[in-house]
Structures are given as C-alpha cells and as structure tokens.
Nanobody, 121 residues
Framework: QVQLVESGGGLVQAGGSLRLSCAASRNSSVSILTLGWYRQAPGKQRELVAVIPRGGSANYAESAKGRFTMSRDIAKNTVSLQMNNLQPEDTAVYYC??????????????WGQGTQVTVSS
C-alpha cells in the first residue's frame, strides 16, 4: 500500500554534508500520519533521527539537533534530510519510515530499503 524510495547517501569526510531524499507513494486508502528518518549503525539498534507529522513541524533526536534539517513537500509527498557537519558517529544505514493509518487495518509502519551514509575521520 505504501512504497518508499530513498536516494542520496554516500561517503563524506567529517564536517561535510549530505542530503537524503525519500519519495512516498500510496494508494487512496492510506493516510500517512508521519514521515521520518531512522538510522542503524552496525551492532546497534535502529534509532530515530527526525520525524514530521502531517500538518506539523519536524522533531529531532538530540544527536541531530542543530546539524540536520528535515523538510517535507506535501504536494510531491517527499521528505528530505539535509545533514551538515557530519561526524564519524553518524555512519549508519538511514531508513525512511512512513507511519500510516488505514480504515479497518489501523496503524502500521513501512520502511524504505535504506541508504548507506559513511563519514570518514
């Protein structure tokens, strides 16, 4: 019912910047409640980076505040994550997430395929 296609990511030196994008497509029975970015480093659990609720503004993890900016284009149903001043500890696979609601099915989560971000020191 929902497809998330991510782009961006790659290798960057510490202090550099990257921009991730996620295009969300859905069928008419789906209401997207929030779109967000999560990341998972090797050996660690997946963690929230930033999330935008429908009609609201972005909320950020402490590690992302002041460095990352999440934006949403409602008309195009895309979200972007501008990451500045990247550090080696930001190295992870970044995932786009859609938290959705469907009548009779309730709430569920969909995930993109993930995109690798590697920051060298």
């Amino acid at each position: 019912q929902v497809q998330l296609v991510e782009s961006g990511g790659g290798l960057v030196q510490a202090g550099g910047s990257l921009r991730l994008s996620c295009a969300a497509s859905r069928n008419s029975s789906v209401s997207i409640l929030t779109l967000g970015w999560y990341r998972q480093a090797p050996g660690k659990q997946r963690e929230l980076v930033a999330v935008i609720p429908r009609g609201g503004s972005a909320n950020y993890a402490e590690s992302a505040k002041g460095r990352f900016t999440m934006s949403r284009d409602i008309a195009k149903n895309t979200v972007s994550l501008q990451m500045n001043n990247l550090q080696p500890e930001d190295t992870a696979v970044y995932y786009c997430n859609a938290h959705i609601f469907q009548i009779l099915r309730g709430r569920s989560d969909y995930w993109g395929q993930g995109t690798q971000v590697t920051v060298s020191s």
